[in-house]
């Protein structure tokens, strides 16, 4: 069991407070924006097993995905009547299937003759579901409709040879599956989770894009990091934008989900200030914590220089080529001297930056003394008043400015506000020391209903990069950043003497909040 000392714990709420109160549409703030609920105060340590070890892969198989509501699909998957989608989770495999116009079925994918999965990739119109063996077939609704030389299964019970089915729940346009027959119903595992997307529910959003790629690390280590801020000091220090540091960010756990709001500076002690580089973009970045400056070398190869005067010539991936400086940051040195996205710029992404002409013309109608937020958020406003006018003027600065990511137990990551970005991960097979990680951009349906969503999952290779999934934009190079140290976590785990890792007070907050209940979904079986 995961272990928790008692202590006092500071949290970002009275900041974060602050913030709301000076919001320029603080009238139209949810109340969900403003509960704070703070995990209880104490480090945990957790187990390393529940990481590397075979033993826990196999109660997961048991009693987490075997009886714990699951995203499996999105609406968008399905165009018509008749499309049906595989979703594979460890060494099981479920068929979602459109059945009617705003019905859907899942079942188990496997036929019941000799057991040959049903299909293995997603179809389209289907009007039976065939087994691609001996011919069996179903109606979708699951009903027998066909045996290919009947007269050989004597006293066969049609009624008892039904597809037998999983429980389904949708939520935001999304499906679920609980395999479990006796689960609670999805609503009430999910609580009041939509009342965290009041201003713009998951309802009104589409499936732009979905890239799926396979990590060399258990899903446990991914998807955590992915679950906090503190990770983007020393991993996306291009990130450190606003005078933000990494107490930056407002953390909050509710029932099954849990929730962080980054703001940008609220109480951190904020990085130095330094001279500006000539045209800073992908190729010449500085550090903001230490100044050094990191330049494209080309081919592959990244010169740094520290404020000193020091320098070195480093790899793609950090390594020491020659120089007087021998060690650098390895993932500026991704960000720089690896592949680029085509015409994009590090601002891009980031909720707080605005190019020098929009500023202007935002300070003249703003007033010179508008907070960088404000602009911000008038920025953000101007490109949602041509998708959706009807609300754009309401939103509050908070949803505009903020990156509010959540989790959903135990696997599902949609975020909040505007920022397109959901995660879903999930054990590569029946492999416990690989995941599949899959980023899915939900953007907002246009007020005048026409969108053409993605249907296709773009499936990226183990060893390709994420900048080769065009449609992620500068979240390629991000993600690049991240699954640098992924592998290695899994690999420092085994080689650590310790038993267990330790996880912060506040800072790690939803990673403590997902084993606590990972102790009542998992290790209370052992």
Same mark, same amino acid.
């Given at each position: 069991?995961?272990?928790?000392?008692?202590?006092?714990?500071?949290?970002?709420?009275?900041?974060?407070?602050?913030?709301?109160?000076?919001?320029?549409?603080?009238?139209?703030?949810?109340?969900?924006?403003?509960?704070?609920?703070?995990?209880?105060?104490?480090?945990?340590?957790?187990?390393?097993?529940?990481?590397?070890?075979?033993?826990?892969?196999?109660?997961?198989?048991?009693?987490?995905?075997?009886?714990?509501?699951?995203?499996?699909?999105?609406?968008?998957?399905?165009?018509?009547?008749?499309?049906?989608?595989?979703?594979?989770?460890?060494?099981?495999?479920?068929?979602?299937?459109?059945?009617?116009?705003?019905?859907?079925?899942?079942?188990? /994918?496997?036929?019941?003759?000799?057991?040959?999965?049903?299909?293995?990739?997603?179809?389209?119109?289907?009007?039976?579901?065939?087994?691609?063996?001996?011919?069996?077939?179903?109606?979708?609704?699951?009903?027998?409709?066909?045996?290919?030389?009947?007269?050989?299964?004597?006293?066969?019970?049609?009624?008892?040879?039904?597809?037998?089915?999983?429980?389904?729940?949708?939520?935001?346009?999304?499906?679920?599956?609980?395999?479990?027959?006796?689960?609670?119903?999805?609503?009430?595992?999910?609580?009041?989770?939509?009342?965290?997307?009041?201003?713009?529910?998951?309802?009104?959003?589409?499936?732009?894009?979905?890239?799926?790629?396979?990590?060399?690390?258990?899903?446990?280590?991914?998807?955590?990091?992915?679950?906090?801020?503190?990770?983007?000091? $020393?991993?996306?220090?291009?990130?450190?934008?606003?005078?933000? /540091?990494?107490?930056?960010?407002?953390?909050?756990?509710?029932?099954?989900?849990?929730?962080?709001?980054?703001?940008?500076?609220?109480?951190?002690?904020?990085?130095?200030?330094?001279?500006?580089?000539?045209?800073? /973009?992908?190729?010449?970045?500085?550090?903001?914590?230490?100044?050094?400056?990191?330049?494209?070398?080309?081919?592959?190869?990244?010169?740094?220089?520290?404020?000193?005067?020091?320098?070195?010539?480093?790899?793609?991936?950090?390594?020491?080529?020659?120089?007087?400086?021998?060690?650098?940051?390895?993932?500026?040195?991704?960000?720089?001297?690896?592949?680029?996205?085509?015409?994009?710029?590090?601002?891009?992404?980031?909720?707080?930056?605005?190019?020098?002409?929009?500023?202007?013309?935002?300070?003249?109608? $703003?007033?010179?003394?508008?907070?960088?937020?404000?602009?911000?958020?008038?920025?953000?406003?101007?490109?949602?008043?041509?998708?959706?006018?009807?609300?754009?003027?309401?939103?509050?600065?908070?949803?505009?400015?903020?990156?509010?990511?959540?989790?959903?137990?135990?696997?599902?990551?949609?975020?909040?506000?505007?920022?397109?970005?959901?995660?879903?991960?999930?054990?590569?097979?029946?492999?416990?020391?690989?995941?599949?990680?899959?980023?899915?951009?939900?953007?907002?349906?246009?007020?005048?209903?026409?969108?053409?969503?993605?249907?296709?999952?773009?499936?990226?290779?183990?060893?390709?990069?994420?900048?080769?999934?065009?449609?992620?934009?500068?979240?390629?190079?991000?993600?690049?950043?991240?699954?640098?140290?992924?592998?290695?976590?899994?690999?420092?785990?085994?080689?650590?003497?310790?038993?267990?890792?330790?996880?912060?007070?506040?800072?790690?907050?939803?990673?403590?909040?997902?084993?606590?209940?990972?102790?009542?979904?998992?290790?209370?079986?052992?």
């Amino acid at each position: 069991m995961a272990s928790i000392a008692t202590r006092t714990l500071r949290t970002m709420d009275d900041p974060f407070h602050k913030l709301l109160d000076a919001d320029t549409r603080a009238d139209n703030i949810t109340a969900a924006m403003r509960i704070d609920s703070p995990i209880e105060p104490g480090p945990a340590l957790i187990p390393k097993a529940r990481y590397i070890s075979r033993d826990y892969h196999e109660l997961e198989k048991q009693h987490l995905w075997s009886r714990v509501w699951q995203q499996a699909a999105h609406e968008d998957d399905f165009a018509h009547i008749g499309d049906v989608v595989p979703y594979d989770i460890v060494d099981k495999s479920y068929l979602l299937v459109r059945t009617g116009e705003d019905d859907y079925k899942a079942f188990h /994918n496997a036929c019941l003759h000799r057991g040959r999965k049903l299909r293995e990739s997603p179809a389209k119109g289907l009007d039976e579901i065939r087994c691609a063996f001996h011919g069996w077939s179903w109606e979708l609704d699951g009903t027998l409709k066909q045996v290919p030389c009947a007269y050989d299964y004597s006293g066969l019970d049609r009624n008892a040879e039904r597809l037998p089915e999983v429980k389904v729940g949708r939520w935001g346009r999304y499906l679920f599956i609980n395999p479990d027959p006796n689960c609670e119903p999805l609503e009430k595992y999910l609580g009041d989770l939509s009342s965290q997307f009041k201003v713009f529910p998951y309802e009104r959003r589409y499936k732009r894009a979905h890239v799926a790629k396979v990590i060399r690390a258990n899903w446990k280590v991914v998807q955590e990091a992915f679950m906090e801020s503190y990770h983007v000091l $020393l991993t996306h220090p291009q990130g450190l934008t606003g005078g933000a /540091n990494d107490m930056c960010t407002k953390y909050d756990v509710f029932g099954n989900y849990s929730r962080a709001i980054r703001t940008g500076a609220l109480e951190g002690l904020g990085v130095p200030e330094w001279d500006p580089l000539p045209g800073q /973009n992908a190729a010449l970045v500085r550090h903001p914590l230490n100044g050094w400056v990191y330049e494209d070398a080309g081919e592959g190869q990244v010169r740094v220089t520290t404020p000193k005067g020091k320098n070195g010539l480093f790899t793609a991936t950090g390594k020491w080529l020659e120089g007087e400086l021998k060690d650098a940051n390895q993932h500026l040195c991704i960000l720089v001297g690896g592949r680029k996205v085509r015409g994009a710029s590090l601002s891009q992404g980031d909720p707080m930056a605005i190019d020098p002409t929009q500023a202007e013309r935002l300070n003249r109608l $703003l007033g010179e003394g508008a907070s960088p937020r404000v602009l911000a958020a008038e920025a953000f406003r101007d490109s949602l008043r041509k998708v959706i006018p009807s609300i754009a003027d309401n939103i509050p600065d908070v949803e505009l400015t903020s990156q509010v990511y959540l989790t959903v137990f135990p696997n599902f990551h949609p975020w909040g506000s505007f920022n397109e970005i959901n995660y879903r991960f999930r054990p590569n097979g029946d492999n416990h020391e690989e995941c599949i990680m899959e980023v899915m951009l939900m953007a907002p349906i246009p007020d005048d209903g026409v969108y053409t969503p993605t249907r296709e999952v773009h499936q990226l290779d183990i060893d390709d990069d994420f900048v080769e999934a065009e449609e992620l934009g500068v979240l390629g190079p991000v993600f690049n950043q991240d699954t640098l140290n992924m592998p290695y976590v899994h690999q420092g785990m085994k080689a650590s003497a310790r038993s267990h890792i330790r996880l912060a007070e506040y800072n790690e907050t939803k990673i403590r909040h997902f084993h606590k209940l990972y102790d009542k979904w998992v290790d209370a079986y052992r």
